[in-house]
Structures are given as C-alpha cells and as structure tokens.
C-alpha cells in the first residue's frame, strides 16, 4: 500500500463532487486528515463482521463486493468504479461490514476516520453525495436480488452483457464490442451461476449470431433480442 502526500491531497479532493462546495481553507484543514492509498489488485479490503470505521472512496480503478455462497463460491452481487463510496452505509449505522470487498486493479482510495467524516457532514454537499451513493447501490442491489430470485440464468446473463455494453461498449460496424475483457468465470460470480453453464449459453447465442467473440472480447451483434432476452427495454436507464 502506497500513501499520498498531504500536498497532492489538497489537488485530489479540490476536484471531487464531495469537496465542489469547499472554500481553501476547508480543503487545506482537511487534507491533513485524509489519507489516500493506492492498494494492489485482487488485495482484500475488508471482510463481512470487520468493523467499519473508515468511509472509503474510489479515486481510480474499482472495488467488488461479494458474500460467500453456502458451496464456498464467490458470488459478486455489485462492482464499484470511481466516484463510488465504499462501505457508506454500514459506516451511516456504525455498523459492521456485510460483505467482503476486494480491489480490482490498481485502485487508490481516499479514506476519512468517523471524527473526520463527523465535521464534513456540516457541509450540505457531503449528506447530497451519500444520499446518491446510497440511493445507487440500493437499486443496483435491489435489481441484483431480483435477478437471483426471479429470473433463469438466460434473463440474467443477457442484462449482464447489456449493461457491460452500456458502461464499457463501442460502437463498431457489427454492433457493440465489449471493449473490458472479463472471464466467463466472472461473469458465472457476478450472476452466480457456474462456468460451464454460462459458457454453454454463450456458445448458444454465438450460434444464433446473437453475440460474437473478437480478440477475446465480446460483441454483440444483436442488441434487441438480448434485451428481449433481458426483460428490459433499456438496461442502461
């Protein structure tokens, strides 16, 4: 783990949402009392039951959360990209983590101990930001949920690809290429299904030229149908 100097703090947070509102003064007081560290990938941040006494917030790269299933499996219900808090809500409660995360990436992180986070809260722009944060992940895990309780894998794979093409897709003359490389291991942790299952779909829709695979990346071909597939009109909304 590598710590920022306090100097470089001041340059960071002047840019965040969180700090849009705060004059120099206030950014300079708080930039002797907030960290930034930059974590290796696939390094644990925290597991569920450890207590959360730090807010973290991702600067650059990402951050999965995940629970542990009752076969031992790894099971990924929400990936977090820059701007996202982490840990926002069980840090809210003064509560311990529920679930385990882990650094995707090369990730930095600017960290804020609850004394800290006790006088930012003065600042009206700080309650606005974690009510979106939160607001967010409720919705990403509420649409989680309802994949899992509802929905065969097909439904669920298919609003996976969807939503990858939406955050990380280019436009090409054949559709959209998923231009963020993942594994079908991956993919089989972020809808808890197994690696041969989703590979045996994905050859299907490869066979109905639903989907294709270019350099190891995957494009889709036919937009409409995996969103029929998908049960919804517009997974990107």
């Not at 977090?80 to 809500?89: C, F, K, R, S, T």
């Not at 600017?110 to 006790?118: A, G, P, S, Y």
């Not at 929905?151 to 955050?167: D, H, I, K, Q, V």
Request: net charge positive; charged share 20%.
């Amino acid at each position: 783990m590598k710590t920022t100097k306090n100097l470089t703090i001041s340059d960071e947070i002047r840019k965040m949402e969180l700090f849009s509102a705060a004059d120099d003064h206030v950014i300079s007081s708080f930039a002797n009392r907030i960290n930034i560290n930059t974590y290796r990938d696939k390094r644990t941040l925290f597991m569920n039951g450890d207590a959360c006494d730090t807010l973290y917030i991702i600067l650059s790269g990402g951050i999965y959360l995940y629970f542990i299933s009752e076969e031992g499996n790894e099971v990924i219900f929400s990936e977090l990209q820059p701007g996202d808090a982490v840990g926002e809500i069980e840090f809210a409660l003064n509560y311990r983590h529920s679930s385990n995360a882990a650094i995707c990436g090369a990730t930095r992180l600017l960290e804020i101990d609850r004394k800290t986070f006790n006088e930012l809260s003065a600042i009206p722009q700080v309650s606005s930001y974690l009510m979106r944060t939160i607001a967010r992940k409720l919705h990403h895990t509420i649409m989680f949920a309802e994949g899992m309780a509802l929905y065969p894998l097909e439904t669920r794979l298919a609003r996976l690809l969807l939503n990858l093409g939406a955050s990380h897709g280019r436009s090409t003359s054949d559709g959209i290429l998923i231009e963020k490389p993942i594994s079908q291991s991956r993919m089989g942790q972020l809808i808890n299904a197994s690696r041969p299952r989703i590979n045996a779909q994905l050859q299907a829709w490869k066979s109905e030229r639903l989907i294709g695979v270019r350099q190891h990346r995957i494009v889709i071909f036919n937009k409409r149908s995996l969103q029929i597939i998908s049960r919804h009109s517009d997974p990107a909304a």
